[in-house]
């Protein structure tokens, strides 16, 4: 069974796995165990979730007949196959390869109606002999699958690109701390709703401790400790999946953008900001995923959130500046965005924060706690 037509993965550079498996030496040194032991851990932790994965989709099917056009035997057959190769280098391999597939299909089908550096990408795809991108959708696709990316595992809530050394292949970073933690708040700010706690056997308090939970392994304090799976109702689940794909999809297209924009080390870095966060918000936009507005908020919300207790980075705009700017920008740029939404969501997780499961409130707590 396929989910998706075939597609070539990118090979990841020598100095990519290099710097993931130096990355990956660090965690287990900040929990006390070995790499070996950290791997098996990881490697359970994937097994649970994929279980988790079964349950939740046969309660979407139970409603509402099939998932993605997909029976219940059909998830079974897949899940069984990934469990009986599970690895944690397959694995990673694979969340790497499903992290950039949704916003290289999203990129590529409306290549031509966004702001590419089209001299820029052509010179540097002959230079490293890579597929010449274009307009055209099959082109643009077989260039961007071209550029790997790699899962680090330092404790930042941070996703960046490599491309300014013209004697390297463009390779894109993500920690894997930023993408768990935009999966494990779009399920929490779900469970906002009386319906989705009710059907997932949840109270106010019970998500309030999800929701420290979530905050200590933000600030570092629990590394390996992640809130156990839930069943969401299926209505909330799907949409879930899809606040969480959005977002995620918000990430890498603003990563790649950099690249496709062509920004370099001379260039003005809010302004190359504000520019990948008005590419990311097109592409995101086009996709018309459901629950996209809530999506990108949330991206800024924990940038926000994560920065509470942070040196303020003076080399990106706030969350804050980095939506209005946009705002600004995306009526006239036809983005298929609602703006006035997504800066109501963010005010709300921001200036409410004594009623929204994630907010600087908690931090603030936590942070008392280590001053007694």
Known sequence: M????????????????????ASLERLA???????????????????????????????????????????NPDFENFIATKKAVCDFWTDLADREHVTHLF???????????????????????????????????EKMRAFLETIPCAYLFDHEFNAFIEWNDASLVPCVFYNTLLLDSLTETAQLLTLSFEE??????????????????????????????RNPAIIEEPRSFLGTLGMTLSAQMFVVSHELAHLLLGHSASSPPKRAEHE??????????????PN??????????????????????????????????????????????????????????LDNAAEVCVGRRLFQECEEVDDR
């Open 2 to 21: 396929s989910f998706a037509r075939k597609r070539t993965r990118a090979v990841k550079p020598r100095r990519a796995i290099q710097r993931q498996r």
């Open 29 to 71: 040194a900040r929990a006390g165990i070995t790499r070996e032991r950290l791997e098996t851990l990881t490697e359970q932790d994937t097994l649970n979730g994929l279980s988790h994965f079964l349950s939740q989709n046969k309660a979407v099917v139970d409603q509402f007949g099939s998932f993605a056009g997909l029976t």
């Open 103 to 137: 916003a290289i299909n999203a990129i590529s089908k409306v290549a031509g109606s966004l702001p590419i550096n089209w001299p820029y990408v052509t010179t540097l795809a002959q230079r490293h002999g890579l597929p010449v991108p274009a307009p055209d959708e």
């Open 196 to 225: 989705s706690r009710s059907f997932a056997g949840l109270n106010e308090e019970d998500v309030r401790v999800r929701s420290r939970v979530l905050v200590e392994r933000l600030l570092g304090r629990q590394l390996l400790i």
């Open 276 to 289: 990948a966060d008005m590419f990311a918000t097109l592409v995101v936009g086009s996709s018309n995923w």
């Open 292 to 349: 996209r507005e809530f999506a990108i908020a949330s991206v800024f919300a924990l940038i926000d959130i994560i920065g509470a207790d942070r040196p303020q980075n003076l080399s990106h705009p706030s969350p804050r500046d980095r939506v209005c700017v946009v705002g600004m920008q995306a009526a006239e740029a036809k983005a298929e965005i609602d703006w006035n939404y997504v800066c109501g969501v963010l005010k709300a997780v």
